[in-house]
């Protein structure tokens, strides 16, 4: 099973800053089979991107992912109000499609 | 538009089993797999398997193995998830999630949860 590791845990900055958070794999995640979702509370998690880089449709194009093989990247380039929320990483190249444990965005 | 309703929350004691429902519209309903993906208070999102609505293939996570039955019914457009020998620890809010695109190994769509209470 491919254990996935978020970091950091929360991240705490303020409207217009940008945000980097960061999905580390215990292996290599084939082809480049990760996904990012957000998920605010009480809400069902949305999908941003997919394939480590690949927008979903409709996200804004302040979201953006990057990384292959066991490290990945999301990044908010300009942190909206609407953008401070919980991101989790999942990897779908093999079996469990492991999730991450999250990374909360918070105002500072 | 994609839509996936699913049933109201439950209540059961420890040992019972439950059954959630997923009801899908707005497209192709054998088109798509259905994943079944549960979250326990405050904490992070857990995947607990697959259903090929097109043929009924399924793929279930060891740690669910032999205590978790996925089904469909695609004269109502309908997935199911049972859940047998409940614990405390599997209280959670049980979500169902449709493929992105035909065995895309990722979800797009999500229902809006099901609260699942064990509890004696």
């Known amino acids: 099973e491919i254990v996935l590791t978020q970091s950091p845990g929360t991240l705490s900055l303020s409207p217009g800053e940008r945000a980097t958070l960061s999905c580390r794999a215990s292996q290599s995640v084939s082809s480049r089979y990760l996904a990012w979702y957000q998920q605010k509370p009480g809400q069902a998690p949305r999908l941003l991107i997919y394939g480590a880089s690949s927008r979903a449709t409709g996200i804004p194009d302040r979201f953006s992912g990057s990384g292959s093989g066991t490290d990945f990247t999301l990044t908010i380039s300009r942190l909206e109000p609407e953008d401070f929320a919980v991101y989790y990483c999942q990897q779908y190249g093999s079996s469990p499609r492991t999730f991450g444990q999250g990374t909360k965005v918070e105002i500072k | 538009q994609v839509q996936l309703v699913q049933s109201g929350a439950e209540v059961k004691k420890p040992g019972a089993s439950v059954k959630v429902s997923c009801k899908a519209s707005?497209?192709?309903?054998?088109?798509?797999?259905i994943s079944w993906v549960r979250q326990a208070p405050g904490q992070g999102l857990e995947w607990m398997g697959r259903i090929s609505a097109y043929n009924g293939n399924t793929n279930y996570a060891q740690k669910f193995q032999g205590r978790v039955s996925m089904t469909t019914d695609t004269s109502t457009s309908t997935a199911y998830m049972e859940l047998r020998s409940l614990r405390s620890d599997d209280t959670a809010v049980y979500y169902c999630?449709?493929?992105?695109?035909?065995?895309?190994?990722?979800?797009?769509?999500w229902g809006q949860g099901t609260l699942v209470t064990v509890s004696s």
């Open positions: 999630a449709r493929d992105h695109y035909d065995s895309s190994g990722y979800v797009a769509y």
């Open positions: 707005g497209y192709t309903f054998t088109s798509y797999g």
